[in-house]
Every structure is written in C-alpha cells, then in structure tokens.
C-alpha cells in the first residue's frame, strides 16, 4: 500500500506503508497522509517512535 507523503524538500510523494517507519527515522519525510488528514512529524503523535501516545487504546478490547 502506498502511502501520500511531503518530502524534507517538501516535494509530494509516494513511499510504501512498510518503509514509512525508516524514512521518518532517516528524516526524509515531514509529513504524511493518514485518513484523518495530515500527520506532521514532530508536531502529531506518531505510532512506534517513542513518546507519549494520547490516542484511543483500541488493543484494550476482548476478540471474543
């Protein structure tokens, strides 16, 4: 799945979901497109980077 992002030229494009996580690490990327609009990095909570996340806990719930 590919996934809309703004490069560190700030030039739009295109990365795969699966290397999303390393081209943030690397810096190469300053924001991205998630269904609830644009996440920037640095500024909006990113999942698996460390901090305090403050969103909704949806792995909390029984799978019965």
């Known amino acids: ?16 979901a699966r290397k999303l996580g390393s081209h943030i690490i690397n810096g190469d990327v300053l924001a991205f497109r998630r269904l609830e609009g644009w996440a920037r990095i640095g500024a909006d909570p990113v999942r698996g980077l ?3 996340y403050e969103g909704p806990d949806r792995r909390g719930g029984s799978c019965l």
């Not at 590919?2 to 494009?13: F, T």
């Open 1 to 16: 799945m590919l996934i809309r992002v703004i490069y560190d030229n700030k030039r739009p494009g295109l990365i795969d």
């Open 50 to 52: 460390g901090g305090n």
